[in-house]
Each structure stands twice: as structure tokens, then as C-alpha cells.
T-cell receptor, first 115, second 116 residues
Framework: DARVTQTPRHKVTEMGQEVTMRCQPI?????VFWYRQTMMQGLELLAY????????DSGMPKDRFSAEMPDATLATLKIQPSEPRDSAVYFC?????????????FGDGTRLSIL | AQTVTQSQPEMSVQEAETVTLSCTYD???????LFWYKQPPSRQMILVIR??????QNATENRFSVNFQKAAKSFSLKISDSQLGDAAMYFC?????????????FGEGTQLTVNP
């Protein structure tokens, strides 16, 4: 089965450090999503791309977060500088086409802990 | 903006019994999709079942079925013959059919426990 691959699975670092999370979408999928999951806020969308172009990043704190797709096989989410409140599980998901009944397929997530 | 509400933070069921998880949503759109995702302790987000709003027939996937009430904006998940492996957090999610509205909006989740 094709899967969305996220690295790293776990990341522990000190506040102020740069964090980079990577996602390899399923081959052929043209939409990529970044979600953040916390106990307090649940699952919330940070950003999403269609055909590598950012379509919506309104859920992302712009001052410290950035999301990019250097090519169709890689999406990155960076936090610089990181803060303890960024501790969460970050999911990447990919899918086929916008406005489609096709489901989004999720990666296993990156559990981020900022000390 | 669309919202999704799961009013049951926790549910439990005996193995082999049936359980229904509730979900309501609010939207002004007429065309959309609804999903149930399962998140076991492994943290994976696994699609359980989906429903297109334009379809009147309720979706079914093996032991999982939904009761989709469009007028009431209700989308409950029924799990029949519950198994220990069904224990997980279940999320209801909404997705617009507009091309600009591809994000999933999730409910708060329902933690399902299956008792042997």
C-alpha cells in the first residue's frame, strides 16, 4: 500500500532551536496538507498545497512557521525559533484533487516536544 | 465557517455489541463530504468510512455504517460486532466540495473503549 511518509517520528529539542519536519506524499497525489494535533485544540489545519502551490496557510503562525514544497515528492514544515507551545503532533496528509470525495491519506505524524 | 461537533468525549462497548458514535455539523453549503477517521494508540489516522452529501443512501463498510441525516446535519457512525481492535479515538470530519475548500474540519473526537 502507498503511504505518506513523515520524518522524524519524534523530535525533542530546546526552545529557540529550528525544527524541520518532512513529508513525502503518496506518488501522484497533488494536494498536501499539514495538520497539528494538541489536546487543547484538537486537529487543526496549518497549511495546504495544491500542485505544489500554497493555497491556504491561514492557520499557521507566520512569524515562526513556514511551509514549502521544493518538489512534488517533498513537503517541509519549519519552525524557527521553536517555543514550548509548539509541542504537538504534526500530521501531513496527501490527496487527489481539491473538492473531491477522495479521502486524504495521513502520515504517522511527528511528535514534537519543545523543552 | 463549518463546524463539527462530537458530543461524546468517551464511549464504551462490550465486545461483539453495537455502538453508535454521534456527530453533528454546521454548514451553509449543500455539497460536501463527511468522513470518519480512526486514530488508534499508534497515532495513525485511518479512514473508516465516507459519505457524499448528495447521496441519500447511507454508506456501509463491513461492520461500519453511517446514519446520514442531511436536514438534521447529523452523521453518526455505527460499529456492529465490536472488536477489541476497534478501540481508538474516532474523529468525524467535514470537507467542502468546493475546489477551494479542501481542508478537513474535525470534531473533537470520541474515545471508544471496547471491553472484553
Amino acid at each position: 500500500d502507498a503511504r505518506v511518509t513523515q520524518t522524524p517520528r519524534h523530535k525533542v529539542t530546546e526552545m529557540g532551536q529550528e525544527v524541520t519536519m518532512r513529508c513525502q506524499p503518496i506518488l501522484g497525489h497533488n494536494t498536501v496538507f499539514w495538520y497539528r494535533q494538541t489536546m487543547m485544540q484538537g486537529l487543526e489545519l496549518l497549511a495546504y498545497f495544491r500542485n505544489r502551490a500554497p493555497l491556504d496557510d491561514s492557520g499557521m503562525p507566520k512569524d515562526r512557521f513556514s511551509a514549502e514544497m521544493p518538489d512534488a515528492t517533498l513537503a517541509t514544515l519549519k519552525i524557527q525559533p521553536s517555543e514550548p507551545r509548539d509541542s504537538a503532533v504534526y500530521f501531513c496528509a496527501s490527496g487527489l484533487n481539491s473538492g473531491s470525495h477522495q479521502p486524504q491519506h495521513f502520515g504517522d505524524g511527528t511528535r514534537l516536544s519543545i523543552l | 465557517a463549518q463546524t463539527v461537533t462530537q458530543s461524546q468525549p468517551e464511549m464504551s462497548v462490550q465486545e461483539a455489541e453495537t455502538v453508535t458514535l454521534s456527530c453533528t455539523y454546521d454548514t451553509s453549503e449543500s455539497d460536501y463530504y463527511l468522513f470518519w477517521y480512526k486514530q488508534p494508540p499508534s497515532r495513525q489516522m485511518i479512514l473508516v468510512i465516507r459519505q457524499e452529501a448528495y447521496k441519500q443512501q447511507n454508506a456501509t463498510e463491513n461492520r461500519f455504517s453511517v446514519n446520514f441525516q442531511k436536514a438534521a446535519k447529523s452523521f453518526s457512525l455505527k460499529i456492529s460486532d465490536s472488536q477489541l481492535g476497534d478501540a481508538a479515538m474516532y474523529f468525524c470530519a467535514y470537507r467542502s466540495a468546493r475546489t477551494s475548500g479542501s481542508r478537513l474540519t474535525f470534531g473533537e473526537g470520541t474515545q471508544l473503549t471496547v471491553n472484553p
